[in-house]
DNA sequence: CGCAGATTTGAATGCAATCAACACTGGTGG
DNA sequence: CCACCAGTGTTGATTGCATTCAAATCTGCG
């Protein structure tokens, strides 16, 4: 039978590369307990050496670091089929936290299950590194965005790509997007103050590119949002490397 | 013989983890030729999709993306031994630009020798993903003081990043780091005007933690520059992953 | 020498932070 | 049941860090 935690992984796996069935059942086989998380809570500690990876199954969750004055810099939100301390697989310690911004559940994956896998299918090792390295892409283009965009560009953009990786794993449609995030979070994220992702978010609803209500975000003008975060999500996109190149032959 | 080539290489590997010397032989030998590459030139170009990865011989580079409105935002800079285009090899495209500070040579990786190599040695691959691990753990690193440090801690926080990665491969020391970067350069980087750079350079000169001339900065008080920069190296050591756990035993 | 790029400094402007207060919500306990 | 409270969202007023504009050196180099 196929677990929640199953679906959720496929599902995002298949956002990143082609996987052999067997593969996939392999990776499967080794999905261990769920567990629960309350919201506030860690599920990685920043500092730690685990030995196993974290999957999130359902709800939210951020990685994040905080500052020794006090502030906080959210550095990504994962969503259910993420692997949020996947690097931690192949660096062994992690250098931030990662909490849960909702109840979560999440599912663990042993390290040395894990390592077997990939030194039995370096295909899967590969995919698995894609997806750290998308999830790297993701990091640099919040970093142009708090370097050199301003708060409605920053604002947007987050939005978009938000709704871009809800849609990705079937967690957004008809314009729809659950984002039960609140303001604090955002304002971490984007590294403005939350009175002025308030601001912000209110000039964009006045602009009616969004709407905004109960933790849902409704795309009224897909397009003019895209332009206002200078949007552009290649750097989302599926690729399957030697595939794409050996296709265009 | 060893070519300088190697020697960078080597000399890079050794600060991410261990690899035995048949991997390390394997590895030198798929190195292609080097090439010049003249400053202001691309050595990568934003949204290519290469066949080959890139090693920086000699020379300062930056990864870097432009933006619709002329903006720029640099997301690392990339000293000898770095491999700033190895994401592609396992995503085969690039979202961003690699680009020459200094005039630089360069020397190539073909995509396929490289695959050949990391299916033979699962432990090689290990290694090169933790490279780009580490990479984005400086790339999130940057953003959380683009988004929560002030100009003088994010300023102080780079150069000592610089000065560590710099000793790391034999590049810096007696307190001395080269650092061949413009202002213009380093407010990209930092998501700052030039003209903020200057004067923030200025209050740490006049602070006399550092000293700055000729592109060379002199740490003048290491310990309280890492402390006004927040700098905790911790996201830049080496961890040999389950070495480490196997030690403990 | 002349020129382009880089650094430096001053003055004015502006975006976003901070401070402050209030409204609204859901949950808790008296 | 209602009072209370903490967390969240909203708005106005003030402050300040960093930007922008402007202009003056300084440097290396053809």
Redesign the interface.
């Known amino acids: 039978v196929l677990l929640k935690a199953d679906h959720v992984l496929i599902a995002k796996l298949k956002t990143i590369g082609q996987l052999a069935a067997e593969e996939i059942r392999a990776l499967l086989a080794i999905i261990g307990k769920t567990r629960q998380v309350s919201r506030h809570q860690d599920i990685v500690k920043d ?1 730690s ?1 685990p ?1 196993s990876v974290t999957l999130i199954v359902s709800g939210f969750a951020c ?1 994040y ?1 905080l ?2 004055d006090g ?3 959210i ?1 990504s939100f994962h969503i259910p089929g993420d692997l949020p301390d996947l ?1 931690s697989f ?4 992690t ?2 936290a990662i909490g849960a911004l909702t109840p979560c559940e999440v599912a663990v994956i042993a ?1 040395d299950e894990l ?1 077997k896998l ?2 039995a299918f ?1 295909n899967l ?2 995919v698995l ?2 997806d ?6 993701i ?2 283009e ?3 965005g ?4 301003d708060a409605r560009a920053r604002t947007a953009h987050l939005l978009c790509e938000q709704y871009y990786r809800m849609r990705a794993i079937g967690m957004a449609d008809d314009n729809v997007l659950p984002f039960p995030v609140t303001q604090v979070e955002i304002a ?1 994220a ?2 403005l103050s939350t009175v002025h992702v308030n601001r912000t978010m209110k000039t964009l609803a006045r602009e009616k590119l969004i709407n905004y209500h109960n933790h849902s975000i409704t795309m009224l003008q897909w397009e003019k949002l895209q332009t206002a975060g ?1 949007f552009d999500p ?2 989302l996109l599926r ?7 050996a296709d265009r032959k």
């Not at 192949?90 to 310690?93: M, V």
């Not at 750290?132 to 892409?137: F, P, Y």
């Not at 708090?146 to 965009?149: A, H, P, S």
């Not at 690729?239 to 190149?245: A, C, K, V, Y």
């Open positions: 500092g050496s030995d990685r670091k500052l020794p502030g906080r810099q550095h690097p192949a660096t062994g310690f250098d931030h390290h390592r990939t030194e370096p090792a590969l590194w894609r750290t390295l998308i999830d790297s892409a990091t640099r919040w970093l142009t708090v370097g050199r965009r971490d984007l590294g200078q290649c750097y690729s399957d490397g030697n595939l794409r190149r």
